[in-house]
């Protein structure tokens, strides 16, 4: 049993609080997210003595703790962990519980309760904390005996790693928290459920032959990679596959990653907004659609107008109630992506001659050449202010190929998305599409931090979602996290003002704001902060930026009336 010089010399002799805080260590959990409490602190006392080994990140907000924790999950393949104090904390929580719920990461939601025997009285801040999280969770627990709790830790653990990720919340009253109890032989862990994929499902054998049939005889096969595909970790075997069977692989912007975007074989991310336009040419003129882990949602097959009715689907996927969820499927296999693809690979292996070209391939080719010509102008325009597609393309020169990108969603993350390439397989691309809310970037970017060490984290937002939580540059200067955080500061709600000089005549209301200067904002945070109003001063801020050693914002003044990437089949207001 691990445990730091300051812990308590007979760990079967404590509270509930300190046994929650052992067993989150036995879990292997390096990071926990939140804010304190009153109710909370018979659990800090106990991370106390775990310290280092378990360290407790102090966030502004509740809903950014749990942001952070989503990044650490997303990144480090481990349960991210968040806490929260009863009543304004717990409803606090909620959007960044939500926003991993959407996205399929296993979080562990811990809040604190009323006492016991003062529920219902109309004790202050009193409320039905399982129902407000319910919705947003795999499940919701109020643990009312002290004796119980390494039970329910482990079920919660279990849950959230297991089957389709996503977070469990465990409610725990305050005199639960402060019961002493002999836990000697209960606090420990099932090792297997310590990060995700957990226990991982095999396909069934007669799906795997349905399936190389249909590919066998595909003459216009794509590789479609989701969500589930990098939660699967299962890139390397996407990669495997695609260059045996010589097959495009398109992804959504979640499954950014499966394959690095300048590959060959790469198209790039697919839908109605921040998607590449020859992506959406190989998957609606596939007459073979695998599909791994992806939900078939409104932003990836643009308004569910993207998959021809012609094609057949074969769907990997480990939630079988997401197989012909939307579409109809052939052949279905519900298993673990990375296990499916494996299975594939060894039947296919002797079946097929490696990276064959063929006028599928030319046909994709040449709609990749017709998508970068289209985008070269955008890339590489020298206007002031600045287009949102030059600073994502500048960002992208002055970083390492491992950097892990960080793109906070709406306006901006409709450029990063297409505009972003991801030059190494696996997790770099960190974009929220669960909730798909504003304000996340910077919070995510600190969780990302603590999961990566010494990589560097970028990150990218626009103005007005860095104002939401603005607060958290001081929670990564007292962490000594040194990210860089960059600001598309276009002095407007950019999405919104778009949508209203689109389809309202441009009656501009409630979406600009007074010109700031985010570089000083982070100087009185004590963190590195600049100004850049031209393209050729955005690398070299960036460099500064990473050398400064501190936490830097680099403010960048971007063009308001540019457009962002939109299908143009998209027709709707919001």
Known sequence: MLRSENSPRNLAEQNGGRAVAQLLREYKVEYVFGQPGGQTLPIYDGLYDLAPNTKHI????????????????????????????????????????????????????????????????????????????????????????????????????????????????????????????????????????????????????????????????????????????????????????????????????????????????????????????????????????????????????????????KTKIIHIDIDPSEIGRVYRTIVSIVSDAKLALKALIDALRSKVSKGATSEWLKRVSKAKKEWLDAATPLVNSEAVPIRPERLVKEIRSAVPDDAIFVSDTSFTGAFTASYYDVLKSGRTFYEQRGMAGIGGGLPAAIGAKCAVGDKLVIGLGGDGSFAYHVSELETARRHALPLVYLVSNNGSLGWIRYLQEKNYSKRLISTMFMDMNFGKIAEAYNCFGRVVERPSEIGSAINEGIKSGIPAVIDVKTEPSAVPPISRKTTYAA
Request: glycine share 10%; proline share 7%.
């Open 58 to 309: 102090m966030a502004h907000d509740e809903k950014c703790a749990a942001f952070m924790a989503d990044a650490y999950a997303r990144l480090s393949f481990k349960p991210g962990v968040c806490d929260a104090t009863v009543g304004p904390g717990t409803t606090n929580l909620l959007s960044g519980v939500a926003e991993a719920y959407g996205n399929s990461i296993p979080l562990i939601v811990i809040t604190s309760d009323v006492l016991t025997k003062q529920a219902g009285k109309g004790i202050s801040q009193e409320c039905d904390q399982l129902a407000v999280l319910r919705p947003f969770t795999k499940a919701s627990f109020k643990i009312d005996r002290t004796d119980r709790i390494p039970e329910y830790v482990r079920r919660g653990f279990n849950i959230a790693v297991n089957g389709r990720p996503g977070p469990v919340h465990l409610d725990f009253p305050q005199d639960v928290l402060q019961g002493a109890f002999d836990f000697l032989g209960d606090l420990y862990a099932e090792e297997d459920c310590t990060s995700y994929p957990g226990r991982r499902p095999a396909p069934e054998n007669s799906r795997i032959v349905d399936a190389v049939r249909l590919l066998l005889f595909s003459e216009r096969p794509v590789i479609l990679c989701g969500g589930g595909a990098m939660l699967s970790q299962a890139w390397q075997e996407v990669i495997e596959l695609a260059e045996l069977l010589g097959t495009p692989v398109a992804t959504t912007i979640t499954g950014k990653g499966a394959i690095p975007e300048n590959h060959p074989l790469s198209v790039g991310p697919i839908g109605r907004q921040g998607y590449r336009e020859c992506a959406d040419v190989a998957v609606e003129e596939s007459d073979v659609l695998l599909t791994i882990g992806c939900k078939f949602a409104q932003i990836a097959t643009d308004n569910w107008t993207l998959i021809n009715p």
